[in-house]
C-alpha cells in the first residue's frame, strides 16, 4: 500500500492546486463485513476548484459514489474505516463531529442523487421538502420564508407554476421535473460545493440534455463547485473540466478532459472507450469490450487490479503488472495528466491499436482535431 | 407551454367507504346465518344446555322438548331466521312461558339463555370493561413496542439491539396463559406488588378503575408489544434504507428529525396496518386476561356462553367481533391514503 | 451525394440478401383502459400505448425500435410476444397473424418468437438453477428427447459464453452480464427465428454491455435469427440494426434504413433525440455541444395531443400541426417520416408539404378543392415514394429511365 502514495498524489491534474475547493488526499475507506474487509475506496486523491467541474467515471462497485458520500460524511461511522484527507473550503471533514458535519451537509456542500423518485419522501409535499432543507441552515427563517424560497428556487430551475407545484407530492411530477426538483433542493442553500451522483442516468436523453444544460446554466450563475458522477463518458465530455477515472476503488487515470479522452493512456480507459458505441462512428466497427467482470472489492486482485482483464497486459515486461502495483504517475503528455499503468508507451499503443478500432476517421489525420465533431452539429 | 400535469385520481373516497362497507354487510349476513344454521342443525339439541342448565343437569326429554317448543325450535326454520333478522331491526317480543314475553328492543340479537335478558343489553353492559381493558393495552402496545422497535432500529447490530430482540423473541415465545397467569401469581397473589385486578366503571371510581385495570394491561400490553418490537423495528430498518434517508441525512438534517420525520413517518404505514387489525382482536374480547384478571368482559362472556350453549350469546360476540374487524379493516385502508399520498384511496 | 447514394443501395441489396420480412406488423394497436373510481368501475378513457403501428423485420435481419420512456416500443415488443393481446392490427410472423391466435394456438409459435428482457435480476427464478431455467423450455415444447436435455443445455450456456459446468448453478451466483447471457440461452433454447430483445443491456455496467451486444452481433450472424431491438440508446441501436424506427407516444415517426435515419433524420424529433446525446468526441472541442433544445417532457398517453402528437414541444409546429395528423409517409427508398415539414436539420420546408395529398389548405383546414389520397399504412416500402425536392412521386425506376415516372 505504501508503494503508492509517492510524491504524485496531492498535485494531480489541475493547474491551480492549492486555490481548489474540494480537497481529497488518500482517501482509503473500507467497511468491514461478516464477508471480510470491502475495500471501496483505496488512496484516493483528486480536488475541484469554485466554477469548475470533475467528472468521475467508473463501473458500479468502482467506488465512485462511496468516495463522494465521504465528503459529506454520509458513511455510518460505526461501519466504516475512513482514512486520509477531506477538505471542504479548507474545512477537515473526516473525524468531525456529527453535529458539525450537519453544517456542511446541504449548506457549503450539497449532493443529488440518481433515482429523483427514490431519493424524494413520497409522503412530504416537493415545496415543504425543499423548504425543510433550507430551514436546517437558516433557524431563524419563518415557514413563510422558507416557503417562499422554495417557489424561488423551483422557478430557478424551470419548474411551470411552481407557486402551484410545490405543494405537489413527488409522485405527481414527471421524471425530469422530479430531478429539476433534486436540483432546486441542491442548491437551495446556494452551496460551493455540488457533488450529482449519476444525475441523468434514469432519464430519457431529451430531458437528460435539459438537466446537463441546467446544470451548466446554474454553476455559471453560483460559480459552483461540480462532481458529476457518471459512467457515461459522453456526458463527460460535454460537462467536465477535469475526469478521473476509477476503477475497484481507486482512481487509474486523472487528467484534463480534453487531454484525457483524446489521449488515454490507461488501457481501462481505453475499454470504456471501445465498449460504447458512437452515434457518428463506423458501424460495422466491432464493440471492443472488456472481456471478464470487474473485481470482487473483497478480495482484489494482486498487483495492477485492472490486470486480469487488461488485454495489454503482455506488454509489459516481466511480471509487473500481477505483482506490483502501478503509482498513479504522469505519463508522457506531462504532469496534468495521471495515469496507474506500467506500459511504457501507451500513447503508441492507443494511436495504433486502439484509435483505428474505436475512430478509424481520427486515426490517420491529425490525433485531436475538432473535426470529428458529430455531423448533425447546427440548429 | 410546460407538460399538463400528471391526472390525478379523482378522490372517491365516499365510494369506496360505501363499497368496503357493503361488502361488510354480505359477511355479517353469511355470518348470521351460518351461525343460525350451526345451532339448528348441530348434532346436539340446541336448548339442550340450557336444559342441563334449568334442571341441574337432570335435563329430561320432556322438558327439553317443551324448551324447543317454547324457543321456537319447532316452528320451519326459515320463519324463525326471519323473526331472527327482523328483530334485529324492529325489535321484538320473545315468548318464554306460556303466558311470559321479554321486551327485547332493537336490535334485538335474541335473550341470553342464562340470564333471559336481551344478549345486546348484556354486551352493552360488558362493553366498557372490554374497551377500558383494549385501550390501555393498546397505548402500552404501541408506546412500548414502537419505542424500542425504533430505538433498535437505530441501533441494529449494537449488542443492546440484539439482547432485545432476544427477549422479545424469549417473551414471545412463552404462551400467553402461563405468562398471564405468572404474572397475576406473582404480582397479585403472592407478592401484592399492584392492586387487586378487576374491573370498576370509571365514572363510578376512577381510581378503582385505573388501579384494577394496571396490573391486566400490563400484562397484555407488554406481552404482545414484543411482536411489535421486531415488526417496527424492522419496517424502520426498511424504511432508514431508503433513498430518500440519505436525501434527509444531505440536507444537514438532525439524526433525530431524520429518524423520525422521515423514518417512523414511512415505517408507520405497516405498523398502523398490524395494529388496525390488532385493536380489533382486543376490543373482541381478551378472553384469557379477562378470565384470569376476573375482568367480566365479553371475551369471557362469549366464552362462558360457548361452555353453556347460549346460541343467542354466541351469535352476538361473533357478530361483534366481526363488526369491529370489519370496521378496523375501513379504517386502516382510510388511514392508509392519509399517511400515503400516493395511494390516496381511488 | 453519390456516395450517398452508393450506402442506400447498399443497404438495399443488405435488405435483399435477408430476403422476405420474417415479421410483419401492420397498424397495430393496444390500448389499456382507465377505470373510472367509484362503485362501478367505467372505463373513461384508455392509454393509446401503441396507436397504429406498421413495420417489417426481414430474416435474419433487425430493426430497431427506439424511443423514450412511454412511447410504447416496449409494448409493442410485449404484443408480438403476445404478453399482451392487441387491441387491433395484425401481426404477420410468416404470414400467421399471431394477432388472433388462441393462447393454445400461439404455444407452438413461441418457439419461433421468443424474447430477451431488460433486468437479469428479476426475469430468471431465483429458486431454479441455470440448467433448470434454460431446460424448461426444451421440456415444455419437447425439443430434445430426456437424456439428451442436460447435453443440450450445456451446448448452449457455451454458445452464450457461460462455463457449461455451472449449469447447477443459481441465478445469483452470477454477475448482471452472465444473467443476461442466461436469459439469452433461454430464448435460444428453441432456436427462434425472431428474437424481441427488450433493452437488453441497459441494466449492465458499460464495459459489459459491449460483452453481450457483440454476443448478439455473433449469434445473429450464426444462426440467422432476426431481430427487434427496442432500446433507448441510439448509440447501441444504431450500431445493431440496419434499420431502425422512431417511436412518440405511441406512433411512428420517422423509419429509416440506419445511414439516412441518423445522418439525415427528416423529423424533427429524431433530430431532438440526436443532438441531444453527449457525445465523448466533443472532449475534443469542449463545453456542450449544440443541441435542439426541446422544452418540457412528453405529454400523458391517454390524453395525447391532437394532430401531430409531437407538436408540443416541436420547433418548427404550426397550425396545421394541431389540425391535421401528419401520415408516415415514403419519402425515399427506405425512409418514412410522420412530419408536415420534413426535411434534413436546417432546411425544413416554409409549407407543408402533406397539404395536398391531405386535401387541406396550408394552415390544416379542409380545402374544398382537394381531394385527400389515402396514404394507408402498410408495413413495408413501395417502389414509389413522394420526393421532397420536386414535390411529387418518385420511383426507385424514375432515376435510371427517367420518363416514366409516377
Known amino acids: 500500500m505504501s508503494t503508492d502514495t509517492g510524491v504524485t498524489t496531492g498535485a494531480a491534474g489541475a493547474a491551480a492546486a492549492g486555490e481548489r475547493l474540494l480537497e481529497v488526499e488518500h482517501l482509503t475507506v473500507k467497511f468491514p463485513t461478516a464477508d471480510g474487509l470491502v475495500n471501496a475506496v483505496t488512496d484516493l486523491s483528486y480536488g475541484v476548484a469554485r466554477g469548475k467541474t470533475l467528472g468521475i467515471v467508473g463501473e458500479s462497485g468502482s467506488g465512485k459514489s462511496v468516495s463522494s458520500m465521504a465528503v459529506l460524511g454520509l458513511h455510518d461511522p460505526r461501519r466504516t474505516r475512513i482514512e486520509g484527507s477531506i477538505r471542504v473550503d479548507g474545512q477537515e471533514v473526516i473525524g468531525l463531529s456529527e453535529a458539525k458535519l450537519r453544517r456542511i451537509r446541504g449548506n457549503s456542500a450539497a449532493m443529488i442523487f440518481q433515482d429523483a423518485l427514490a431519493s424524494l419522501h413520497p409522503f412530504y409535499r416537493v415545496g415543504k421538502q425543499l423548504s425543510e432543507a433550507y430551514a436546517a441552515h437558516h433557524p431563524k427563517a419563518s415557514a413563510r420564508d422558507a416557503r417562499r424560497k422554495a417557489i424561488e428556487m423551483l422557478d430557478l430551475v424551470g419548474i411551470p407554476q411552481p407557486d402551484r407545484r410545490v405543494d405537489d407530492f413527488p409522485h405527481q411530477f414527471s421524471g425530469g421535473m422530479r430531478q429539476r426538483a433534486m436540483i432546486a433542493m441542491g442548491l437551495i442553500n446556494d452551496p460551493s460545493l455540488l457533488i450529482a451522483d449519476e444525475p441523468t442516468t434514469a432519464l430519457d436523453v431529451t430531458v437528460q440534455a435539459q438537466i446537463l444544460d441546467l446544470l451548466g446554466d446554474l454553476q455559471r450563475e453560483f460559480d459552483s463547485a461540480i462532481i458529476i458522477i457518471t459512467h457515461d463518458l459522453g456526458v463527460i465530455a460535454e460537462m467536465a473540466d477535469e475526469v478521473l477515472v476509477m476503477y475497484a476503488g481507486r482512481a487509474v487515470e486523472y487528467g484534463a478532459t480534453r487531454e484525457l479522452l483524446t489521449h488515454p493512456e490507461m488501457p481501462y480507459t481505453w475499454g470504456l472507450l471501445s465498449s460504447v458505441p458512437d452515434v457518428s462512428g463506423d458501424v460495422d466497427a466491432r464493440l471492443l469490450p472488456i472481456p471478464g467482470n470487474p473485481p470482487s472489492l473483497l478480495d482484489p486482485p494482486s498487483g495492477c487490479s485492472f490486470h486480469p482483464r487488461c488485454v495489454h497486459r503482455d506488454k509489459v515486461p516481466g511480471d509487473l503488472c500481477t505483482t506490483t502495483i502501478p503509482d498513479l504517475s504522469p505519463g508522457g503528455r506531462g504532469p496534468g495528466h495521471l495515469k496507474r499503468c506500467h506500459l511504457a508507451d501507451p500513447e503508441r499503443i492507443y494511436a495504433t491499436e486502439i484509435l483505428p478500432e474505436i475512430a478509424p476517421d481520427l486515426a490517420d489525420g491529425a490525433p485531436a482535431a475538432p473535426a470529428a465533431a458529430p455531423t448533425n452539429k447546427e440548429a | ?346 | ?406
Open chain 2, 1 to 346: 407551454m410546460g407538460p399538463p400535469p400528471p391526472p390525478r385520481p379523482t378522490v372517491g373516497k365516499f365510494a369506496f367507504i360505501v363499497k368496503r362497507l357493503l361488502a361488510g354487510l354480505l359477511v355479517l349476513s353469511t355470518l348470521v346465518v351460518s351461525i343460525f344454521l350451526l345451532f339448528w342443525y348441530g348434532p346436539r339439541s340446541p336448548v339442550q344446555g340450557l336444559c342441563e342448565q334449568r334442571t341441574n343437569n337432570r335435563c329430561t326429554a320432556d322438558f327439553r322438548a317443551q324448551l324447543e317448543e317454547n324457543f321456537g325450535y319447532n316452528n320451519p326454520m326459515l320463519s324463525e331466521l326471519g323473526k331472527y333478522v327482523a328483530g334485529i331491526f324492529t325489535g321484538r317480543d320473545i315468548q318464554l312461558g306460556a303466558n311470559t314475553f321479554v321486551e327485547c328492543s332493537a336490535p334485538c340479537l335474541g335473550l341470553s339463555y342464562r340470564t333471559f335478558v336481551p344478549a345486546f343489553d348484556e354486551l352493552v353492559r360488558r362493553l366498557p370493561a372490554t374497551i377500558s381493558l383494549a385501550v390501555g393495552a393498546a397505548v402500552i402496545i404501541l408506546l412500548v413496542g414502537v419505542t424500542s422497535g425504533v430505538l433498535a432500529a437505530r441501533r441494529r447490530g449494537t449488542v443492546a439491539d440484539k439482547a432485545l430482540v432476544s427477549a422479545t423473541l424469549l417473551m414471545s415465545s412463552i404462551p400467553y396463559v402461563l405468562f398471564a397467569l405468572l404474572v397475576y401469581l406473582y404480582l397479585n397473589v403472592i407478592n401484592e406488588v399492584f392492586p387487586e385486578a378487576g374491573y370498576t366503571p370509571l365514572t363510578e371510581n376512577p381510581v378503582a378503575w385505573l388501579s384494577g385495570l394496571l396490573l391486566p394491561w400490563l400484562a397484555l400490553g407488554f406481552y404482545n408489544s414484543t411482536q411489535y418490537t421486531r415488526f417496527s423495528r424492522g419496517a424502520m430498518i426498511d424504511a432508514l434504507s431508503e433513498d430518500y434517508i440519505r436525501t434527509a441525512r444531505a440536507k444537514g438534517l438532525s439524526s433525530r428529525t431524520v429518524t423520525f420525520k422521515h423514518g417512523l413517518r414511512s415505517a408507520l404505514v405497516p405498523i398502523v396496518t398490524i395494529f388496525g387489525i390488532d385493536f380489533a382482536f382486543l376490543l373482541a374480547g381478551t378472553i384469557f386476561t379477562e378470565i384470569i384478571f376476573g375482568i367480566n368482559g365479553i371475551g369471557r362472556w362469549g366464552l362462558e356462553a360457548i361452555q353453556i350453549e347460549d346460541f343467542p350469546v354466541v351469535q352476538t360476540t361473533v357478530l361483534f367481533g366481526a363488526i369491529v374487524v370489519i370496521v378496523a379493516n375501513i379504517v386502516v385502508d382510510i388511514l392508509y391514503g392519509v399517511l400515503d399520498p400516493r395511494v390516496r384511496i381511488s
Open chain 3, 1 to 406: 451525394m453519390v456516395s450517398v447514394q452508393k450506402d442506400a443501395d447498399a443497404t438495399l441489396t443488405r435488405h435483399r440478401s435477408g430476403g422476405e420480412p420474417v415479421l410483419e406488423v401492420e397498424d397495430l394497436k393496444m390500448y389499456f383502459p382507465v377505470k373510472s373510481s367509484g362503485l362501478v368501475r367505467r372505463t373513461v378513457g384508455h392509454v393509446q400505448a401503441v396507436d397504429g403501428v406498421s413495420f417489417q423485420v426481414p430474416a435474419g435481419g433487425a430493426l430497431g425500435l427506439v424511443g423514450e420512456s412511454g412511447c410504447g416500443k416496449s409494448t409493442t415488443g410485449r404484443l408480438i410476444t403476445r404478453l399482451h393481446d392487441p387491441t387491433s392490427g395484425a401481426i404477420r410472423f410468416e404470414g400467421t397473424d399471431l394477432a388472433k391466435l388462441s393462447p393454445r394456438q400461439m404455444k407452438p409459435m413461441r418457439r419461433d418468437v421468443q424474447m430477451i428482457f431488460q433486468d437479469p435480476f428479476s426475469s430468471l427464478n431465483p429458486r431454479h438453477t441455470v440448467g433448470a431455467i434454460v431446460s424448461s423450455p426444451l421440456v415444455t415444447h419437447d425439443m430434445v428427447p430426456k437424456n439428451k436435455v442436460l447435453s443440450r443445455v450445456q451446448e448452449l450456456l457455451e454458445v452464450v459464453g457461460l462455463n457449461p459446468e455451472h449449469y447447477n448453478r443459481y441465478p445469483n451466483e452470477f454477475s448482471g452480464g452472465q444473467r443476461q447471457r442466461i436469459g439469452i440461452a433461454r430464448a435460444l433454447a428453441l432456436q427462434p427465428k425472431l428474437l424481441v430483445a427488450d433493452e437488453p443491456v441497459s441494466a449492465l455496467d458499460v464495459s459489459i454491455q459491449a460483452q453481450v451486444v457483440n454476443l448478439l452481433d455473433d449469434l445473429q450472424k450464426e444462426f440467422g435469427i432476426a431481430f427487434l431491438f427496442i432500446a433507448h440508446d441510439l448509440a447501441v441501436v444504431r450500431h445493431f440494426c440496419p434499420e431502425v424506427a422512431v417511436m412518440y407516444l405511441g406512433k411512428i415517426v420517422e423509419i429509416a434504413d440506419r445511414e439516412t435515419l441518423y445522418n439525415r433524420p427528416h423529423h424533427p424529433y429524431t433530430q431532438a433525440l440526436l443532438s441531444a446525446v453527449p457525445d465523448v468526441r466533443q472532449a475534443a472541442v469542449g463545453g456542450r455541444r449544440e443541441r435542439i433544445r426541446i422544452e418540457g417532457d412528453v405529454p400523458s398517453p391517454i390524453n395525447p395531443p391532437s394532430g401531430c402528437r409531437f407538436r408540443t414541444r416541436c420547433p418548427l409546429a404550426k397550425e396545421i400541426c394541431a389540425r391535421v395528423e401528419p401520415p408516415l409517409m415514403q419519402i425515399g427508398r427506405r425512409h418514412k417520416v410522420a412530419c408536415h415539414f420534413p426535411g434534413e436539420l436546417g432546411k425544413h420546408p416554409e409549407e407543408p408539404v402533406t397539404a395536398r395529398l391531405l386535401g387541406v389548405d396550408d394552415q390544416g383546414s379542409p380545402d374544398p378543392g382537394g381531394s385527400p389520397t389515402d396514404l394507408g399504412n402498410p408495413p413495408g416500402f413501395a417502389d414509389t415514394w413522394f420526393d421532397l425536392d420536386k414535390r411529387q412521386m418518385a420511383g426507385a425506376t424514375s432515376r435510371s429511365t427517367t420518363q416514366d415516372a409516377g
